[in-house]
């Protein structure tokens, strides 16, 4: 997990267990912050899969940064994650990215149209 900026959080998943442990320390970094929370881009890149727990994890990190002003965006999704997306239908829940650049590039973008 490292602070793009003051306003973005990039964290980059691998697959079990990192994952659960990396989404888990996200959740409760955003949970304990004050005031308006900053934006999470979560790179995919080196995730082969993931289970109902993650998914369930995805929306609870997803609801924390609406609750507090921030955004989410998911990125590099493999085909294998992409399928559970939208067998799930999460793929309408979710933003996503095809890279963290273009992820990262979309907030800045959306932060200076507010």
């Known amino acids: 997990m490292a602070d793009w900026s003051e306003d973005i959080i990039v964290t980059e998943l691998a697959d079990e267990p990192q994952l659960s442990e990396e989404l888990t320390l ?3 970094r ?12 979560v ?3 080196s995730v082969t899969y993931v ?3 993650n998914l369930a994890q995805l ?3 997803k609801k924390v940064l609406a609750d507090g002003g921030g955004q989410l965006r998911l990125c ?3 085909d294998e994650v992409w399928s559970v997306m939208m067998v799930t239908g999460l793929d309408k829940v979710f933003q996503f990215a ?5 992820a990262l590039a979309g907030l800045q973008i959306e932060e200076t149209e507010e």
């Not at 955003?30 to 881009?41: I, N």
């Open 43 to 45: 790179n995919f890149a």
């Open 59 to 61: 929306l609870k990190l």
């Open 30 to 41: 955003l949970s304990a912050g004050k005031g308006d929370l900053p934006s999470v881009v």
């Open 98 to 102: 095809p890279d963290p650049l273009t």
């Open 76 to 78: 590099s999704v493999s």
């Open 51 to 53: 289970n109902s727990s």
């Open 26 to 28: 996200l959740i409760e």
